[in-house]
Structure formats: C-alpha cells, structure tokens
C-alpha cells in the first residue's frame, strides 16, 4: 500500500465550475499536509498546506483535512484554464525530519 | 526570491558511466532532497540531508550516493548509471516544511 493515493485522472471540468482533488494516506501519525501544483515540464510548487481537521481556505483554494478518515481534498473555484495542471498531494509523517512522501499526482484539465 | 538550481536541464549518458547531479540553493537551508519523479510513481526520495555532511537514506537509495561538503550545495551521485535510472531528478530545499524545487534535470541513460 502507498503512503499518499491519489487518483491519476485526468479530471475535466469546464471553466467556471468547482474542481475537486482527493487524496488518502496510510499513516495515522502523519502530522502536515500539502497540495503541490506541477505544469507540464516545470517543477513542483507548494499551492496550500493544512495542520489541523476542517478547511482552510486561499483565495480560490480550500484545503480540507479529516484525519480521522485519513483524506486531505484541493477544491479550486471558479476554475481557469491556467489551473490545469497535475496536483500533487504531499505530506510529512515527521515533523522533526521533515521526511515527505507524495503521492502520484491527479491531473486536471480546465476547458474553456 | 528563494532559489534552487540544478546543474543541468537534460543529461545523456552511457550505461556504467559514473554521473553527478548538483544542486545549490541560496538561502541557507539546512534540509535538502534529491527526489526521482516517473510517470504514475510520483515523486520517490532518493536521499535527504539536515545539515553539511549528514545524509539519511530515503526510500529508493539503490545505486546512489550524495555528498554535501558546502551547506548549498547537495550532490547526488549514481556510481554506475543504468537503464533503469532514466528518469527525471528533483532537488528540494526545506525551510518551515516548506519545499522549494530546483528545476529538474532529465537524465537519459542508453
């Protein structure tokens, strides 16, 4: 069993709409979590981190956490073109070693 | 700006040669990742290092080494590449759990 799931999509939506990104992981002492936002040919960058249950929210960005059930979800409002891209889910099942684990990446695709 | 660089874009080598994959960052983090990404794997840590000449194994260090004598700079060395290590290869930095990537280089290895 991975560390990180996530479905690999592709995930469409129209532009406009709300996309919704899932994420599971294994470790029930994972302690911080990440969505990383990754366009094609270009490095990782960090979109949204969440510590605590409930949502966060960032402009058009809500990260949402439940350990209990063990998921973390992206939502993107108001979806663009430029929001298609692969989204990474990472977290951190150690804070003092900062030893990170992603998962596969889903990728979405936002069509005008 | 916080800034990571990677020695190269897109490498070509042979089979058994010794390659180096360098990395340096300006902002004088202490951690530092060497991360291989493949299509449906994600990104897999490879090494990490916490401070100038310590180094932790992540989870796929078969036929690699790292190196970090300068605080900024991180290596990662495949001893005898192979074919099997044609991938893309990401360096991080860390600071406040946040990761800030390099580039990448695209290694090929025929």
């Known amino acids: 069993q991975k560390e990180v799931e996530q479905n690999s999509g592709p995930l469409s939506v129209p532009e406009g709409a709300i996309a919704s990104l899932n994420c599971t992981y294994s470790d029930r002492g994972s302690q911080s979590f990440f969505w990383y936002r990754q366009y094609s040919g270009k490095s990782p960058e960090l979109i949204m981190s969440?510590?605590?249950?409930g949502d966060k929210e960032d402009g058009r960005f809500t990260a949402q956490l439940n350990k209990a059930s063990q998921y973390v979800s992206l939502l993107i409002r108001d979806s663009q073109p430029s929001d298609s891209a692969t989204y990474l889910c990472?977290?951190?099942?150690?804070?003092?070693?900062?030893?990170?684990?992603f998962g596969s990446g889903t990728k979405l695709n936002v069509k005008p | 700006d916080v800034k990571v660089t990677q020695s190269s874009r897109y490498l070509v080598k042979r089979t058994g040669e010794k390659v180096f994959l360098e990395c340096v960052q300006d902002?004088?983090?202490?951690?530092m990742f060497w991360y291989r990404q493949d299509p449906g794997l994600g990104l897999r840590l490879i090494y990490f290092?916490?401070?100038?000449?310590?180094?932790e194994k992540g989870d796929i260090p078969e036929g690699y080494s790292v190196s970090r004598e300068k605080k900024e700079r991180f290596s990662l060395i495949l001893e005898s590449a192979s074919t099997n290590q044609t991938s893309m290869y990401l360096c991080a930095s860390v600071r406040e759990e946040t990761q800030y990537f390099g580039p990448g280089t695209r290694l090929l290895v025929l």
């Open positions: 290092s916490y401070d100038v000449k310590m180094k």
């Open positions: 990472a977290v951190n099942l150690n804070y003092n070693f900062n030893k990170f684990y």
């Open positions: 969440i510590y605590s249950n």
């Open positions: 902002m004088d983090h202490e951690n």
